[in-house]
């Protein structure tokens, strides 16, 4: 197994480019079935979920070609199999995409149910929801999940919380519905208005996508198209905390700021100075970290509100900062997998149910800690590039799954990064 070795208390200094968005990536892939005609995704990051989900279209039926440039050829013509499999399911957490794009297409679909981080329960009873109010007859034995309709028709769908899964899912399998569907308290995640974007371009009829309530109307027909990921705002918020812990100065490009503004505001509230520039052709961050961090509190919501998946680094940041700071997780009941390997590096935090006090720290101190999760590992590299001394990050395999060539960004920013396979 993979870990990296960290030499920490070395300031990111200079340019970093973000990624194509992981999220927004994870559903293109598997709504290119919708169109039943190639369709090329530009600007896919190539990190391991991508891999994995590739396996997953190609175990189906679909033919696919990905370049170094994360350009990915998906042809669906071929598509023959309606099942994906406890083995590949298992692997990650967005195969319940293929639900809502097969049962969208074909009236029918079979999946193991989906796995992911461990960061929840994570149930996707919202997904089911929507799919059987579309008409679906939906079944769950023995650990599967099996959907079928002989056509589905629009419907007005209440999500209980703005599940960003269940909006995209919905979303799929609605496009070729007879009617219009209805969603109400969708999530209005950047991805999801990429991911509305993106079947539109492939002739779907989706308005509202960014707000509470999005409208599809069924179409009978789509095609394929070409269509360019948007940047990963949380790739960019990572950078910028990463920055401000290392007391760095970075130029952060591909972004679009808009998508950064709680993460912004609250880097700022600490201390940090974050100036927004456009060079004429791209909007592009300065992130500029200060002298010793004030403690502040974070809360994390839906979007516009601070993510979630940003709320483990932000936490190693604070960890550094002068005072008390309050972290409450409302999204995930169980993401704070991160804190007992915060701990070995010298951080004082006490978790209460679905908050985190924080007593800040001069400094944190190398250590051998391990990833739990993805963010949690983004979490434990932001500790270690600040603190003093060397940190073994071990179980890596959970950081490739969401970051495109994370050390090579890093070492290019000045990090003493280094990945050493087992
Ligand atoms: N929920 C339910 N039932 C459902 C669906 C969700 O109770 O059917 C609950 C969840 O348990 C959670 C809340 O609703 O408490 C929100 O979950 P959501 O559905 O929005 O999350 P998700 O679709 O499982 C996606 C991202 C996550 C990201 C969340 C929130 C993908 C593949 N995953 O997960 O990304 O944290 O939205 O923004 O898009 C990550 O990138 O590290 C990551 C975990």
Redesign the pocket.
Known sequence: MAYYRINGGKPLEGQVTISGS??AA??MIPAVILAGEPCIIENLPIIE?VHVLTEILRHVGADIELNDNGCMRIDPTGIDRYEVTFEMASK???S??MLGAMLGRYGKASLALPG??P???????????GMRALGANVEIRNGIVYAEAEKLHGAEIY??????????NIMLAACRAEGTTVIVNA?K?P?VVDVANFLNMMGARIKGAGTDVIRIKGVSRMHGCSYPVIPDQ?EAGTFMIAAVATKGNIVINNIIPTHLEATSAKLMECGARITEGDDGSEFFLQVQGGERLRAIDIKTL??PGF???LQQPMMALLTMAKGNSYVTEN???DRFNHVPELRRMGANIRVNGRTATIEGVEKLYGANVKAT???AGAALIVAALAAEGTTIVHDIKYVD??YEHFEQKLRALGADIERVEE
């Open positions: 992981k999220n994870l559903a979920d990650m957490r967005a319940y995409y992911g981080c960061i929840g329960e994570r149930p996707i009873n919202f997904h089911i929801k999500l209980d919380m703005a599940s960003v899964g269940a909006t995209i999530a995640e991805h949380i839906p979007y993510p979630t998946d999204i995930f009941e999760d993805l963010r799954r969401g």
